[in-house]
């Protein structure tokens, strides 16, 4: 079974109540960084826990080091995996708002951990929840503190030095998650520099879904990405974005195609930019 899969709102309805089942509710917005903690408390699926990305999914920032959401360190995110209520056993569904992209970053940060099954992503989001009728609660999730083991997986992460000694190889593809303006460097609304990597492809994550909001096929998204290797290795294939987030979105939904769970590039763009040594291209 692929280590990516997708659950439908009725397919959750159903299992909800299964006692083994972990929900964790994923919503965030960068420009609102209490929206998620906000927006959890008017209302989310019964029996969800809420994963703050800037506080459970991300670590501690270093000005003029890190990227905007460094990964958190792996014993510190292993224990709040626990306080969720997860074990190695454990089915976890994770939810946004509809494109999955903070969803997306929970998953590889299990994956990475050695969570490789029972992992799902709600389809949709809340979007598709609410489309299909579903109920939202006010009720704290009831469940006993788990027992879960991670152990991380470094092979599955580079650094900035890492990038700048491979990224000229001719076997490696780098995918850019972001949108293609901010990929060229026409625009950077975040970031201080604009531009991308060297190198880089742009494979800008919103492309993985419909426009329903929904995940692509399997074979829409293999297409997708053959063309994005083009005959490269795909075990070779390293994704970033402007901070480590949505370059998980184009590694789930790799994997949903079939391929082997890529690379990440944690620190991405807003770390590789605090070295003025790096090189930054524009346009194409």
């Known amino acids: 079974m692929s280590i990516a899969q ?3 709102p009725q397919r959750l309805a159903e299992r909800q109540k299964e006692p083994n089942l972990v929900i964790l509710d994923c ?3 960068l420009e609102d960084l ?3 903690q906000r927006s959890y408390a008017e209302g989310h699926i019964d029996g969800s826990s809420y994963a703050d990305l800037l506080n459970d999914l991300s670590g501690p920032i270093i000005k003029g080091v890190t990227g905007r959401h460094p990964l958190p360190h792996a014993q510190t995110l292993t224990e709040r995996l626990r306080f969720w209520g997860v074990n190695n056993d454990s089915t976890i569904v994770l939810y946004g708002d509809g494109s999955g992209a903070y969803a ?3 998953w590889w940060l299990l994956a990475w951990l050695g969570k490789r099954d029972g992992l799902y992503i709600l389809d949709g989001g809340l979007k598709a929840w609410h489309a299909a009728g579903q109920p939202l609660s006010l ?3 009831e469940h006993l503190k788990g027992r879960f083991e991670g152990e991380p997986d470094d092979s599955r992460v580079l650094n900035a030095a890492d990038v700048q000694r491979t ?3 001719p076997e490696v593809t780098l995918i850019d998650a972001r949108a293609p303006a901010r990929f060229r460097g ?3 609304p975040i970031d201080p520099i604009a531009g991308h990597i060297p190198g880089a492809q742009c494979a800008a994550f919103t492309d993985n879904l419909g426009p329903d ?3 692509l096929s399997a074979d829409q998204l293999k297409q997708r990405f053959a063309k994005t290797l083009n005959g490269r290795p795909p075990e070779k294939l390293v994704a970033y974005c402007g901070s480590g987030v949505t370059a998980c979105h184009n590694l789930f939904a790799l994997c949903l195609a079939g391929y082997p769970l890529g690379r990440l590039y944690a620190g991405s763009w807003s770390e590789w930019i605090n070295d003025p040594q790096r090189g930054i291209a524009t346009g194409e």
């Open 186 to 188: 026409e625009v950077e």
């Open 213 to 215: 909001g929904r995940f």
């Open 139 to 141: 009720n704290p999730p």
């Open 34 to 36: 209490d929206y998620g």
């Open 167 to 169: 990224r000229d190889q």
């Open 27 to 29: 919503r965030s917005s």
């Open 6 to 8: 997708l659950i439908s």
């Open 104 to 106: 997306a970053r929970a």
